[in-house]
């Protein structure tokens, strides 16, 4: 295998010391699921079958790996179980089954119950992979509860949403034990674009809440600009055709404008987790008595658009709260 190093030097200047960066094409994804096939299965678990988690599974079955999956509501894991993996009625019998065991569920709270919950299953030699968003310190209580095992931890945050984890194009934050972060390498390159180990546990998560703190942002301002070119009678269509040819063109915009001014929401990052990263980037800053007027604004839109119904929306509804 090989990998090419990273494509913008200052990706790796701005890394500490620890800091690698790996990416890789599309192509040679594609090329590589043929080879795990024969060379590097490995056994894995998967707890969590929400939207992210779903197609993550079905991509490490796709690429020859042995899947185990659970899933807190059994229903849910069908989609997983019907592409090739075996179902666990718990997440201890999924982890005790596996090698390295990945883990995407919604919550703080939901990824340390979860923990809890898989620990028996759990040993020297095992594996245990939190790519679920949470803050610092539940990554860090969770990396208590794995060691106390035996096992290793990484946490590793993804970047990229429903769609890239349908197309393995997901950008992983990792952090903890770098000899699984080295283990992990084929699945993370099966589910991901890129991967990043950025040094000790909290770092990955809050690259993570950073990075959705400034797609928050992003997303109010551009839902902003929409309402604001509706109400003053400019074609919301052509605003979108100016925003991409100028600088502030943007995957995210080019995606999301269509179906706002179409007024539709389908959830592909549900807005009660944007809501959720927004919070925990905010204690963050807290934390640090750094200021974020712009995110804690941004922050005021979710809760909104969250008390009047949206948790379950794509987070793009929060057009919903700017328009009221
Ligand atoms: P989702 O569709 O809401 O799925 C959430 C999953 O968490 C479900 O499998 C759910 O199980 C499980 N869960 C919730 N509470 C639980 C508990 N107490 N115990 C055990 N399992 C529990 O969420 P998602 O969109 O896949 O996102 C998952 C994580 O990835 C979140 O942290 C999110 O912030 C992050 N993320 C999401 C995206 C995205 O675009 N969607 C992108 C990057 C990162 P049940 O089926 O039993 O409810």
């Known amino acids: 295998m090989t990998r090419t190093s990273a494509p913008n ?6 890394a500490r010391i620890n800091t690698h960066f790996h990416t890789h094409s599309r192509a040679r994804t594609v090329r590589r699921a043929s080879v795990v096939a024969h060379a590097e299965t490995m056994k894995i678990g998967f707890l969590g079958c929400g939207i992210m988690g779903v197609p993550m599974a079905k991509n490490l079955i ?10 807190r509501t059994s229903d849910a894991a069908k989609p ?32 340390t119950a979860v923990a809890n ?28 509860i794995v060691r106390s095992t035996g096992a290793e931890f990484l946490e590793a945050p993804v970047s990229g949403s429903k769609k890239p984890a349908e197309d393995g194009a997901l950008i992983f934050l990792c952090a903890g034990d770098e000899t699984l972060y080295r283990r992990c390498s084929e699945p993370l390159e ?7 180990f950025l ?57 999301k404008g269509p179906t706002m001014n179409a007024g539709a929401f389908p959830p592909a990052f549900p807005l009660k987790h944007q809501q ?30 969250a008390r009047d119904g949206c948790d379950d929306e794509d987070f793009s509804a929060v057009i919903k709260a700017v328009k009221k």
């Not at 019907?82 to 999924?94: C, K, N, P, V, Y």
């Not at 902003?224 to 502030?248: R, Y």
């Open 9 to 14: 030097a200052s990706c790796f200047a701005r």
């Open 80 to 111: 997983v179980v019907d592409a090739g993996a075996a179902l666990a009625a718990t997440a201890a019998e999924a982890c005790a089954a596996s090698d390295v065991t990945f883990v995407m569920v919604s919550t703080p709270e939901a990824a």
């Open 276 to 305: 959720k990263d927004m919070r925990l980037a905010i204690a963050l800053a807290d934390q640090l008595r750094q200021e974020m007027p712009v995110a804690a604004a941004a922050n005021e839109l979710y809760k909104r658009a």
């Open 117 to 144: 919950a898989a620990k028996d299953g759990l040993s020297a030699g095992k594996g245990y992979v939190d790519v679920s968003t949470v803050d610092a310190e539940t990554s860090s209580a969770i990396a208590e």
């Open 199 to 255: 040094g000790d546990v909290g770092q990955g998560a809050k690259m993570k809440l950073v990075v959705n703190m400034i797609m928050g942002s992003m997303m109010t301002a551009f839902a902003e600009g929409l309402t604001l070119s509706e109400k003053c009678d400019l074609d919301p269509e052509t605003l979108l055709q100016v925003i991409s040819l100028g600088a502030i063109a943007s995957p995210m915009f080019a995606l």
């Open 190 to 196: 099966t589910m991901g674009k890129a991967h990043f």
């Open 62 to 71: 796709n690429a020859g790996h042995e899947v185990t999956v659970w899933n």
